[in-house]
């Protein structure tokens, strides 16, 4: 794989679940180069240079040269890991210090991205991957470090935090279902509570927020797109166009079909 060595990263990556019986022990030959590891789901433990780590979903390692590792699983709960093995020198000039070894990822949406991103561009390999690869991991690289020197954020803060990052998360990808359920899941807190805390901190509630996403895009894809009525509702989500048409003039003031007409007129 021409393309990728050129740039300093090696052709081991990839994503997998592990098989029930997997372990990993590098105890007897340490690694020779770095390998950014993360965890998606699963339960285990990772032993790196005799300090004992438990491992779940949103653990990420950077190994360095000389680490000596061992892991396991729980195999009623397998571990499903991305990994990428690379050298250093191309990412010198761009991180002038090295995150460490250690990390819960924060913002595991951003991060995740970039990994599944990495992990097709690099196996496309085209003439373009290796550029783009190195930049998706250097970009990995400068989040863990952005976030283990951001301040501890008190309880409060945090939750501010959390809860604006799902609203990003709903703005990013209005024509997925957001349940108030799995938001209240991926914050830890109840639904009753993440509904009122989260009127409390955007301002709107989640309903409200979700429905005025979705109608923003869609009157972005009528004036910018080309695309019709029928075309942006089956694209957002919506199983009945009169029910779309209905919601999106009481929120925009104009009909579908005026706001596409007034795009045409740019």
Known sequence: M????????????????????????TRQQPLEDFDLWYAWNGT??????????????????????????????????PLTVTY?????????????S??????IVKDRFVFETYLNRYVETMLENTKDSAVEGKMLLALMLMQLKR???QPALHPADHLTSLIRMLAHRIRQTPGIPHSLESLAENANLSPRYFSLKFKEIMGI???RYII??????????????????SE???ALGYKDLSFFSRQFKKICGKNPSEIRKEGFRR
């Open 2 to 25: 021409e393309f990728i060595t050129q740039v300093g990263l090696t052709s081991n990556f990839g994503k997998v679940t592990c098989e029930r019986t997997w372990k990993w022990d």
């Open 44 to 77: 285990g433990t990772m032993l790196r240079n005799k300090m004992t780590y438990p491992v779940g979903s949103g653990t990420c390692f950077l190994f360095m040269p000389g680490d000596a590792t061992a892991a396991s699983h729980d195999p009623q709960q």
């Open 84 to 96: 990428i093995h690379f050298s250093l020198a191309d990412y010198k000039p761009l991180l002038p």
């Open 98 to 103: 090295m995150p460490s070894g250690y990390h």
């Open 147 to 149: 976030e283990e020197d």
């Open 205 to 207: 509630p989640l309903e």
């Open 212 to 229: 005025q996403t979705r109608i923003e895009r869609a009157e972005q894809l009528l004036r910018y797109n080309g695309m019709n009525a």
């Open 232 to 234: 942006v509702a089956e």
